[in-house]
């Protein structure tokens, strides 16, 4: 197999296989996790489930009364990740390609120079969230090996795709194979780890919110 | 690698049990970030990260991977997954039920929405199962069973306390009054310590007009069950109440100033017996609130006292009772003051979720009350009403731990029958 030959087979079956194991594998978690059940609530209610789940979905969102500098650390490098990452992936025209060719429609695209900056920024939020990990000692405790391979993950699509763009020490070619390679890992590694939380997340806030909601709490 | 210890095994059943869709999903959330820490007082005030609330849920942690998730299943099967032993669960029981008050401040703050106190409360089941309990809950919970009451008060004392309140107040109080409408529950601190609350009720359901009664044969409103995480044993102390309403034919009980009574018979019982009341549960502060609204409660008076409220966490954060108890402190408070984490933020006293009948946890109850602390020096008060007994204990002796035993502590509802106007 050459370069090409290779690029050939990541962008197509490469990319289904991928793609298929990402979407099956977080619709499998989920519906895992639901399926588990909870039991009926006998004790009559106070309020409700729904619509004080979704206003937690949101509140989660916000910074909270007595946010401390840690909180303020997690909450803006969290941000900061995500905002550079989401504008990197959805906004480079390559990217808006892509996804033309799995949903048939496409969207304007960002300068390169912005996606340049955006890339950069996710990157650099990402080495200070793995610094924070290793320095903040309540990090560190909670910190095992998922933590340091879901970080490895993420950044190498982050760092192959930069090089991608500035080829220097490798071909265009070389770097677009591990580009692609990195984010088709990343891809199908999401429903496995802790990075699967991208869907459980709004779940998670709904039943906190739902939770409390039917007590006639706020959360 | 090693098959689990005898009693591990026993707290994964359990917990495999305890694990559902909420449970399952927070863990999948939960991304290590630590903000939890900061919410909990047992954190703060030491800065030992062994008591980050989610850290105290590992043990549960694994039993989720190694029984629920793909990779954690593969693991086992593989031989590559440590399973929980029983050592693990002997030096987690420490962080589960001597540093962790089930106060709810963690779930409050949690940016993936984990509700780690609802999680707590299911390990908590899976601990006791397999005999990892403190053997002061332990005996409490003997006791709770045996004699009616955690701290084995008798209805002996309840009768005595009825005849001092009677000779106070020159009237009968009301006992197995078949048909009442509100039958009262009382904590075993308010029999035993808290005199003044049965003279109290008494004026108040007098002057509004209210139907009430106390039951012989359900009298005691805690539930030590639901704070070992018994819950078969916690389901017989509400059937007892539950007996005892239907036997006196009530249409509402209602619940003590103690916050985890009100958890247990208001939001866990109908759960725990495993069918819903024929009856309606309030807490005292709810119906005192309404009898407010509703003109039948008036006071006369105010306490020029600069004073603060103590929101006992299962009322107001897990139970949603803020607005009420402010409401009624400001018809009879002309210098009222909140703290400034109050109501749904409030800090705990330390000593809830069972840690207050866990003698050898203590010295760090008292320890972290330092937090409490550093909220009552910021508005120097001279009087902290609360709505709880055990909060009331715990607040005493903090004060006094902290020298700072100027402060005094009382409760509401005697703070409003003290400016009764009993007069219409």
Same mark, same amino acid.
């Given at each position: 197999?050459?370069?090409?030959?290779?690029?050939?087979?990541?962008?197509?079956?490469?990319?289904?296989?991928?793609?298929?194991?990402?979407?099956?594998?977080?619709?499998?978690?989920?519906?895992?996790?639901?399926?588990?059940?909870?039991?009926?609530?006998?004790?009559?209610?106070?309020?409700?489930?729904?619509?004080?789940?979704?206003?937690?979905?949101?509140?989660?969102?916000?910074?909270?009364?007595?946010?401390?500098?840690?909180?303020?650390?997690?909450?803006?490098?969290?941000?900061?990740?995500?905002?550079?990452?989401?504008?990197?992936?959805?906004?480079?025209?390559?990217?808006?390609?892509?996804?033309?060719?799995?949903?048939?429609?496409?969207?304007?695209?960002? *300068?390169? +120079?912005?996606?340049?900056? $955006? =890339? #950069?920024?996710?990157?650099?939020?990402?080495?200070? @969230? %793995? &610094?924070?990990? !290793?320095?903040?000692?309540?990090?560190?405790?909670?910190?095992?090996?998922?933590?340091?391979?879901?970080?490895?993950?993420?950044?190498?699509?982050?760092?192959?795709?930069?090089?991608?763009?500035? *080829?220097? +020490?490798?071909?265009?070619? $070389? =770097? #677009?194979?591990?580009?692609?390679?990195?984010?088709? @890992? %990343? &891809?199908?590694? !999401?429903?496995?780890?802790?990075?699967?939380?991208?869907?459980?997340?709004?779940?998670?806030?709904?039943?906190?919110?739902?939770?409390?909601?039917?007590?006639?709490?706020?959360? | 690698?090693?098959?689990?210890?005898?009693?591990?095994?026993?707290?994964?059943?359990?917990?495999?049990?305890?694990?559902?869709?909420?449970?399952?999903?927070?863990?999948?959330?939960?991304?290590?970030?630590?903000?939890?820490?900061?919410?909990?007082?047992?954190?703060?005030?030491?800065?030992?990260?062994?008591?980050?609330?989610?850290?105290?849920?590992?043990?549960?942690?694994?039993?989720?991977?190694?029984?629920?998730?793909?990779?954690?299943?593969?693991?086992?099967?593989?031989?590559?997954?440590?399973?929980?032993?029983?050592?693990?669960?002997?030096?987690?029981?420490?962080?589960?039920?001597?540093?962790?008050?089930?106060?709810?401040?963690?779930?409050?703050?949690?940016?993936?929405?984990?509700?780690?106190?609802?999680?707590?409360?299911?390990?908590?089941?899976?601990?006791?199962?397999?005999?990892?309990?403190?053997?002061?809950?332990?005996?409490?919970?003997?006791?709770?069973?045996?004699?009616?009451?955690?701290?084995?008060?008798?209805?002996?004392?309840?009768?005595?306390?009825?005849?001092?309140?009677?000779?106070?107040?020159?009237?009968?109080?009301?006992?197995?009054?078949?048909?009442?409408?509100?039958?009262?529950?009382?904590?075993?601190?308010?029999?035993?310590?808290?005199?003044?609350?049965?003279?109290?009720?008494?004026?108040?359901?007098?002057?509004?007009?209210?139907?009430?009664?106390?039951?012989?044969?359900?009298?005691?409103?805690?539930?030590?069950?639901?704070?070992?995480?018994?819950?078969?044993?916690?389901?017989?102390?509400?059937?007892?109440?539950?007996?005892?309403?239907?036997?006196?034919?009530?249409?509402?009980?209602?619940?003590?100033?103690?916050?985890?009574?009100?958890?247990?018979?208001?939001?866990?019982?109908?759960?725990?017996?495993?069918?819903?009341?024929?009856?309606?549960?309030?807490?005292?502060?709810?119906?005192?609130?309404?009898?407010?609204?509703?003109?039948?409660?008036?006071?006369?008076?105010?306490?020029?006292?600069?004073?603060?409220?103590?929101?006992?966490?299962?009322?107001?954060?897990?139970?949603?009772?803020?607005?009420?108890?402010?409401?009624?402190?400001?018809?009879?408070?002309?210098?009222?003051?909140?703290?400034?984490?109050?109501?749904?933020?409030?800090?705990?006293?330390?000593?809830?979720?069972?840690?207050?009948?866990?003698?050898?946890?203590?010295?760090?109850?008292?320890?972290?009350?330092?937090?409490?602390?550093?909220?009552?020096?910021?508005?120097?008060?001279?009087?902290?009403?609360?709505?709880?007994?055990?909060?009331?204990?715990?607040?005493?002796?903090?004060?006094?731990?902290?020298?700072?035993?100027?402060?005094?502590?009382?409760?509401?509802?005697?703070?409003?029958?003290?400016?009764?106007?009993?007069?219409?």
């Amino acid at each position: 197999m050459n370069e090409i030959e290779i690029l050939t087979w990541l962008r197509g079956p490469g990319l289904q296989i991928s793609v298929a194991l990402f979407a099956l594998g977080l619709i499998f978690r989920t519906v895992q996790n639901l399926t588990i059940g909870m039991s009926k609530n006998l004790a009559e209610s106070k309020g409700s489930y729904m619509m004080p789940g979704m206003a937690t979905i949101v509140r989660r969102s916000l910074f909270h009364p007595g946010t401390t500098h840690r909180g303020y650390f997690t909450m803006i490098a969290g941000y900061t990740f995500h905002i550079g990452l989401l504008v990197t992936l959805f906004f480079l025209e390559q990217h808006i390609l892509l996804f033309k060719s799995i949903l048939g429609f496409a969207w304007p695209s960002l *300068p390169p +120079a912005i996606i340049n900056i $955006t =890339a #950069l920024v996710a990157i650099a939020a990402l080495i200070a @969230v %793995l &610094l924070h990990r !290793i320095m903040d000692p309540v990090v560190r405790k909670l910190t095992d090996y998922q933590d340091f391979l879901a970080w490895i993950l993420t950044i190498a699509p982050l760092i192959t795709g930069y090089l991608a763009m500035h *080829p220097i +020490a490798t071909t265009y070619q $070389t =770097a #677009l194979i591990l580009h692609i390679v990195s984010a088709e @890992v %990343l &891809l199908i590694a !999401i429903p496995f780890t802790k990075l699967s939380h991208m869907v459980s997340i709004f779940i998670a806030r709904w039943y906190n919110g739902a939770l409390a909601g039917y007590k006639g709490v706020k959360s | 690698m090693s098959a689990p210890s005898s009693t591990a095994h026993r707290a994964i059943a359990a917990l495999v049990e305890q694990i559902d869709a909420p449970t399952a999903t927070f863990f999948t959330s939960c991304v290590h970030c630590g903000m939890c820490a900061d919410a909990c007082l047992f954190y703060t005030e030491t800065q030992d990260p062994k008591y980050i609330p989610i850290y105290k849920l590992l043990p549960m942690r694994k039993v989720w991977q190694q029984e629920f998730t793909f990779w954690g299943r593969l693991m086992k099967a593989a031989g590559l997954a440590k399973p929980i032993t029983h050592e693990e669960l002997d030096e987690w029981e420490e962080l589960v039920f001597d540093s962790c008050t089930l106060c709810g401040r963690c779930s409050l703050v949690c940016p993936m929405g984990n509700d780690i106190t609802y999680m707590i409360r299911k390990f908590r089941e899976g601990m006791t199962a397999a005999g990892h309990a403190p053997s002061d809950l332990k005996a409490a919970m003997k006791r709770a069973i045996e004699l009616g009451s955690p701290m084995g008060v008798s209805l002996a004392t309840l009768k005595a306390q009825i005849k001092h309140a009677e000779q106070e107040l020159g009237y009968e109080v009301p006992i197995d009054k078949q048909g009442a409408d509100y039958m009262m529950l009382l904590s075993s601190a308010e029999i035993a310590q808290f005199h003044e609350i049965i003279p109290a009720v008494s004026r108040i359901f007098k002057a509004a007009g209210v139907s009430w009664t106390l039951c012989s044969e359900a009298f005691e409103g805690t539930n030590t069950g639901i704070q070992i995480g018994a819950s078969d044993l916690a389901a017989e102390l509400v059937e007892r109440i539950v007996a005892g309403a239907e036997k006196l034919k009530v249409k509402t009980v209602i619940s003590p100033e103690c916050g985890h009574a009100y958890m247990a018979l208001r939001w866990e019982g109908p759960n725990l017996i495993g069918r819903p009341y024929p009856f309606k549960v309030v807490h005292i502060l709810e119906l005192l609130d309404d009898l407010r609204q509703q003109g039948k409660l008036k006071t006369k008076g105010k306490d020029a006292t600069r004073m603060t409220y103590h929101d006992p966490c299962q009322i107001a954060r897990r139970g949603g009772i803020v607005e009420q108890p402010r409401n009624l402190l400001n018809e009879v408070a002309q210098n009222f003051v909140d703290m400034e984490e109050h109501g749904e933020f409030n800090w705990c006293c330390g000593g809830g979720g069972g840690v207050s009948a866990n003698e050898r946890a203590m010295p760090r109850r008292l320890d972290v009350f330092s937090r409490k602390k550093k909220q009552l020096d910021d508005i120097k008060v001279d009087r902290i009403v609360t709505a709880c007994s055990n909060c009331r204990n715990m607040l005493e002796e903090g004060l006094e731990h902290y020298r700072m035993d100027n402060i005094e502590v009382v409760g509401l509802t005697e703070t409003i029958a003290q400016y009764l106007d009993e007069s219409a």
